[in-house]
């Protein structure tokens, strides 16, 4: 590449990139909820890792809807009470699509391969989001055209 800077500025520049980014630092945060509330749940309270690992992705999904809600999406959030509702449900369905690529990576790292619980969410947690972002880019927070806003 001639000008590596000039790519560099083009990608900074894209806001899309820069949502990606948004929505990895929100997603920092629910993996810090997601592995804490696991880890609590799983070695504290003797939940069984099934079970600690449902929880867990719950409550960081919660976290990351309100958090990506309020700062990753906020240009494109249309107002209202009504709106935020039917946003919600979006979320939940591509957050449970997730959950079950997290079971589908997750159970066979653990019980064939036995892979230490928590490297197995960390690599279930990857795969997920890149699933989580396209599908929310897409559908949750689908960008409106200039049109709708007119309705």
């Known amino acids: 590449m001639k000008h590596p800077g000039r790519f560099f500025s083009l990608a900074i520049r ?19 909820v997601n592995m804490g509330t696991f880890w609590l749940l799983w070695r504290v309270a003797h939940v069984d890792d099934r079970v600690s690992l449902v929880c867990a992705y719950t409550a960081a999904t919660m976290s990351n809807f309100i958090l990506n809600d309020l700062w990753t999406f906020r240009d494109r959030r249309a107002g209202g009470l009504a709106s935020l509702l039917s946003r919600a449900p ?56 200039p049109a709708d806003s007119l309705e």
């Open 90 to 145: 979006k979320f939940a369905l591509v957050s449970a699509v997730a959950i079950g690529l997290y079971y589908a990576i997750y159970i066979p790292l653990t019980r064939y391969l036995e892979i230490y619980e928590l490297l197995a969410l960390a690599a279930a947690i990857g795969v997920g989001l890149v699933w989580n972002f396209t599908a929310n880019a897409l559908w949750t927070w689908k960008k409106r055209s």
């Open 14 to 32: 894209n806001r899309e990139l820069g949502r990606f980014i948004q929505f990895c630092l929100v997603g920092l945060s629910g993996v810090a």
